[in-house]
């Protein structure tokens, strides 16, 4: 029982404050749908999770050591944190939700329920995860917490990855500094993001294209075999997506924001996209591709006014760009193998030769999320079944984002120094795995929202003119 | 002829749309449902090796350095799992790919370690491969042994 609470509160503690911090200021702002508020509490507790972890890292390097006493300090700050925030936090009322969107609501709800369930059966038959979780994220959980003092062993060089990012190692250490050692907190863990990303989805694609869209994409995220699989894994790649995508819809809700919930909603988009890079290095890239697609359409949008939303961003990030300099100045270098063949003096024949990019195209290709299940064109027939627009398409920013990140592991596997066929057969599902709810995200909220919807028209002879035929007339 | 009217209807926008929903629904729940079924009854393995490494956690330290012998047809999950059972203590691999086979096992390889793990070893094999490197059995389990440095 002790180990069930303590992981429960490890995860729930910092996921209230920082959900009291948010409605501190206002990120809630006017009257919102159960759907809205569900994917807000989501981006909170991805958010609280992710702050956390920093604070346990920052303890660490101060000489602290992952204990009892830890968990009680940090239960008390959270507990502080959330009682001076909800004090006085802004009241955004939740209203109640469509009748012609409670099917969405209800599906989504049924289908998440179930997919509770078959993570539970799943980590029955893997309850330590899967190989990365026994050679890197479980096993640096494991030397954070089980050497004390001695912490940094978890960085020697003879373990494998030892420069990876810390979000989700902590994470499961603070969970057992909290309630002792257990499977269970890795576990929860994982469930935790592998459930939020797609209510993220729902909540973000509802926001702008309406709740049967969002339920739409929520539910082909988890058609994709590979996304409750990975779940399962209790690896980086899962957290890193679901963090990516809350980044890039509150980088979307930014978009269409003006005055102070523009910058409040950069600021989260940019403490999200700090801690994706803390999650796993890919996060990097995301964090690259998310910035290069804002500051294009908003130069497009706003012209040079849009170099103002840099600040706010950077604010948001400071925290866990802070930590990962930290990790690599004063603890281990960074790990550069995945991007060594930068430097190859091969590099540039590579990336010359058509034959390797058709190898790379054919092996994302083949090891992209639901390609075998045919749950990608499946997509894409839904994507035009709810009416996605292409002009719509090419001008979001979640969705160029992802394809600039999918381009960015493309040319990692181009570049690359080992054998392309073992790289791109180790690791291509996985990496390809952290872009696809960002792409769905991209691709439904390019949808027209209900009010937009193409007129109607019914065809036949007394139909009125509509379209060119009307203006003729 | 399929009258394709709906398609174009304002008020058959929310009927496609819920038409997409009641598809995608469909294939989430045969996903949910298959991937439930693909891992149902499954044993696991992983942490049935973890069960056999109980008894060597009570034996080493955070102090100890643990060397796995480790022939070169033999997984590397079974490397894997130790690391991981005995973290954080600090575990190494004396494998012939590094050198450490050349007309029998190298005692060298196992440098300053202060426990030697043998694997996939009848006890009494491990023992007298453990004497050649200078290690004496402390405990045993399902499938491996562990020694410890006869000095200690």
Partial sequence: VTEIVGAIAALALPSIAAWAVASRFD??????????????????????????????????????????????????????????????????????????????????????????????????????????????????????????????????????????????????????????????????????????????????????????????????????????????????????????????????????????????????????????????????????????????????????????????????????????????????????????????????????????????????????PGTHELVLPGALALAVAVGVRPRALARSVPFVASVLLLLSYALAYVLSVRDLRWHLSTSASRVLIQAWPALLLGVFTAAAPPALAPELKPIGPDAPPRGRDALRE | MVDLGIWRSRDAWPARRRTALAIAFALAVWNVVSTGAKFAGQPDRFDELQQFLAPFRDSVTLRSKVAVLQPEDESDVWFAAIRYGLAPTTVLRIRPSDGCMKAGWRPECAGDATHLVITNFRPEIAASLGARFGFRPLADTTGAQLLVRMAQ
């Avoid at chain 1, 109640?96 to 509770?116: F, K, N, Q, S, T």
């Avoid at chain 1, 979307?252 to 996209?273: W, Y």
Wanted: charged share 15%.
């Fill in chain 1, 27 to 368: 990120l809630a702002g006017p009257p919102i749908t159960v759907i809205a508020a569900a994917g807000r509490v989501v981006a909170a507790v991805l958010a609280g999770v992710g702050v956390s972890s920093l604070c346990a890292f920052g303890w660490l390097l101060a000489g602290g050591v992952l204990d009892q006493g830890y968990a009680a300090a940090e239960a008390v700050a959270c507990a502080v944190v959330a009682a001076a925030a909800w004090r006085s936090r802004s009241r955004a009322p939740v209203v109640e939700v469509p009748r012609g969107d409670l099917a969405a609501l209800l599906a989504v709800g049924i289908v998440l329920a179930g997919c509770a369930a078959a993570l539970c059966i799943a980590f029955a038959a893997r309850r330590h995860g899967w190989w990365d979780s026994w050679v890197i994220w479980n096993l640096r959980a494991r030397f954070l917490l089980r050497a004390g003092s001695e912490w940094r062993r978890a960085f020697a060089p003879d373990l494998p990855r030892a420069g990876y990012p810390l979000l989700l190692s902590l994470t499961v250490a603070r969970a057992w500094a909290y309630g002792g050692e257990s499977l269970l907190a890795p576990q929860l863990a994982a469930a935790v993001f592998t459930l939020a990303a797609p209510l993220v989805l729902f909540a973000k694609v509802a926001r702008s294209a309406g709740a049967l869209a969002g339920g739409v994409a929520a539910l082909v995220l988890l058609a994709t075999p590979e996304w409750i699989d990975l779940g399962t894994n209790q690896c980086a790649d899962v957290p890193l997506a679901a963090i990516f995508v809350a980044a890039l819809g509150l980088l979307a809700c930014a978009g269409t924001a003006d005055g102070p919930m523009r910058g409040r909603h950069l600021a989260a988009a940019g403490l999200l996209l700090g801690l994706g890079a803390w999650t796993k290095n890919e996060g990097i890239a995301g964090c690259a591709a998310a910035l290069v697609a804002h500051l294009a359409f908003g130069l497009r949008a706003r012209g040079l006014r849009v170099v103002r939303d840099l600040p706010w961003i950077a604010i948001g990030a400071a925290a866990p760009v802070a930590a990962w300099s930290a990790l690599h100045v004063m603890v281990v270098p960074l790990v550069t193998d995945d991007i060594s063949g930068i430097g190859d003096p091969g590099a540039l024949a590579k990336l010359l030769g058509a034959d390797r990019w058709g190898e790379v195209a054919a092996g994302m290709w083949d090891h992209f």
